[in-house]
């Protein structure tokens, strides 16, 4: 079955860009039947859905985060890529990538697969 | 942005207990409305999409209902297994926005 695995530094100095990639494993990134999300969970609250992407590289993020989030996607590689740029300490949380289904032309998105999450700490 | 809002907060019950919770929308989303299940330390696991559509290999136990702005997740007999924290979630317009948790705790 389909698995997802995020990796990436689970240390950013406060200013920089937090970099993640997440591997999608046991299917393709390309299937047109879903797209690619990150979702943020800050210690000890809840969920905030960062933004998506789809195998062909058109994009959504939440306005909250636009003017700082990146979303990319390398097909040959099987993995899409999240960069959030100037960190704060606010930005510290568990960051979990997911796969979100396809509602095609009715809004019927969610997230069926997702990884186990890696830790972000923004400190200096 | 559709503001979710779930109540209670948190909820105490015992094995065998039924129980409800309710998630609310700022405005109308049809059925679009999904519920996670969260343990300490784990991933949100997909529970029930489109309002009551039950997800593959989640038990029967679980159900959900509603439209337009209110919806409940129900659990017919709590097993120590359902001691989580539940997350409503809506897609009808993007971006999807979570509600804040309702922690369900043993009595």
């Known amino acids: 079955q389909v698995q997802l695995q995020e990796s990436g530094p689970g240390l950013v100095k406060p200013s920089q860009t937090l970099s993640l990639t997440c591997t999608v494993s046991?299917?393709?990134?390309?299937?047109?039947?879903?797209?690619w999300s990150w979702i943020r969970q800050p210690p000890g609250k809840g969920l905030e859905w960062i933004g998506y992407?789809?195998?062909?590289?058109?994009?959504y993020y939440n306005p909250s985060l636009k003017s700082r989030v990146t979303i990319s996607v390398d097909t040959s590689k099987n993995q899409f890529s999240l960069k959030l740029s100037s960190v704060t300490a606010a930005d510290t949380a568990v960051y979990y990538c997911?796969?979100?289904?396809?509602?095609?032309?009715?809004?019927?998105?969610?997230?069926?697969?997702w990884g186990k999450g890696t830790t972000v700490t923004v400190s200096s | 942005d559709i503001q979710m809002t779930q109540s209670p907060s948190s909820l105490s019950a015992s094995v065998g207990d039924r129980v409800t919770i309710t998630c609310r929308a700022s405005?109308?989303?049809?059925?679009?409305l999904n519920w996670y299940q969260q343990k300490p330390g784990k991933a949100p696991k997909l529970l029930i999409y489109a309002a009551s559509s039950l997800q593959s290999g989640v038990p029967s136990r679980f159900s959900g209902s509603g439209s337009g702005t209110d919806f409940t997740l129900t659990i017919s007999s709590l097993q120590p297994e359902d001691f989580a924290t539940y997350y409503c979630?809506?897609?009808?317009?993007?971006?999807?926005?979570f509600g804040q948790g309702t922690k369900l705790e043993i009595k």
């Open positions: 046991g299917g393709s990134i390309s299937s047109g039947d879903y797209y």
């Open positions: 997911a796969r979100d289904h396809n509602g095609g032309s009715t809004p019927n998105y969610y997230m069926d697969v």
């Open positions: 405005q109308s989303i049809s059925s679009y």
């Open positions: 979630q809506q897609s009808y317009s993007t971006p999807g926005s």
């Open positions: 992407i789809y195998y062909s590289g058109s994009t």
